[in-house]
């Protein structure tokens, strides 16, 4: 069965660096185009970034231009988000999910069950 | 961007009873380049349906989703008590992909 697993959540202070991975398994993780959306305590739900299948086409929302990177290991079945120069405004839940088909849709089917990034001196 | 605007924030409704939500975007996005997902607290969203009006695989007949353009509707027949929840629409056909800001179906 599918099966997304986020780690690397965790306290960091204003201006730190956190690494986020997603684990993916029960499918063919280079056949699918990968996001990252974040969920703010008691708020909705804000896309963050996505990583194509080649992993060269790459998006990100505006408040996060500059500071994060998305990435992939094929191999590894592996996605992540390296967050530069954190704010408390970045203290949000963080899912990783999955294109709905092989390819690119941009709707999620599978999610995984989240890492809580809390940032706060 | 495109800013996604949801109404109403909260619906209460009775179980048996039909919901309808609104979601409208700030401009067109496209025929139907609109998704909607069900959130239950703790929980990972659920998506629901996609390209405004085709149900996700496994997602019950009552779910129906309608709309084109800028103005879309999730309809949810006849409520069970799991369907309870908060509902998001979310726009694909521009970057940022933008979600709303939820819709909080609760029971009456």
């Known amino acids: 069965q599918v099966q997304l697993v986020e780690s690397g959540g965790g306290v960091v202070q204003p201006g730190g660096s956190l690494r986020l991975s997603c684990a993916a398994s029960?499918?063919?993780?280079?056949?699918?185009?990968m996001h990252w959306v974040r969920q703010a305590p008691g708020k909705g739900l804000e896309w963050v970034a996505m990583?194509?299948?080649?992993?060269?086409?790459?998006y990100y929302t505006d408040s996060v231009k500059g500071r994060f990177t998305i990435s992939r290991d094929n191999s590894k079945n592996t996605l992540y988000l390296q967050m530069n120069s954190l704010s408390p405004e970045d203290t949000a839940v963080y899912y990783c999910?999955?294109?709905?088909?092989?390819?690119?849709?941009?709707?999620?089917?599978?999610w995984g069950q989240g890492a809580l990034v809390t940032v706060s001196s | 961007e495109v800013v996604m605007t949801q109404s109403p924030a909260t619906l209460s409704v009775s179980p048996g009873e039909r919901a309808t939500l609104s979601c409208r975007a700030s401009?067109?996005?496209?025929?139907?380049?609109l998704a909607w997902y069900q959130q239950k607290p703790g929980q990972a969203p659920r998506l629901l349906m996609y390209?405004?009006?085709t149900r996700a695989t496994g997602i019950p007949a009552r779910f129906s989703g309608s709309g084109s353009g800028t103005e879309f509707t999730l309809s949810i027949s006849s409520l069970q008590s799991e369907d309870f929840a908060v509902y998001y629409c979310?726009?694909?056909?521009?970057?940022?992909?933008?979600f709303g800001q939820g819709t909080r179906l609760e029971i009456k």
């Open positions: 390209d405004a009006f």
């Open positions: 401009q067109t996005v496209g025929s139907n380049y």
């Open positions: 029960g499918f063919t993780f280079s056949s699918y185009g």
């Open positions: 990583i194509y299948l080649d992993g060269i086409s790459i």
């Open positions: 979310q726009q694909y056909f521009n970057w940022p992909i933008t």
């Open positions: 999910a999955r294109d709905y088909r092989s390819g690119w849709t941009n709707y999620f089917d599978y």
